[in-house]
């Protein structure tokens, strides 16, 4: 059972940059196709979402996917969904 909100960002490009303020809880770093070298939220990079050591990681914690492209965005989602990764949280920004 997950205790804490330990939360892993899937897409780290503008829309993360701006959904991180409105996320609650701990953002321990990110899952992208390839390390960004502009990191500005100093994230850590946990490698592909499809690789074994990111679904691991995304089992065990939170997640947000933070992909702009509606159509590319329900990609991710259903194959997160495939791999029993159920555990998003939403992001409300007032």
Sequence with gaps: ???????????YSGHAYVVADA????????CENEEKIDNPLQL???GPERSQKA???LQKNYCFISIGNNN???KVYSHLKLNAITNFVNAIHY
């Design 44 to 46: 850590k990079y946990f």
């Design 55 to 57: 679904i691991a990681l």
């Design 23 to 30: 996320l609650e809880g701990e953002i321990i770093g990110y």
């Design 1 to 11: 059972m997950l205790t804490d909100k330990r939360i892993i960002i899937i897409g």
């Design 72 to 74: 590319i965005r329900e």
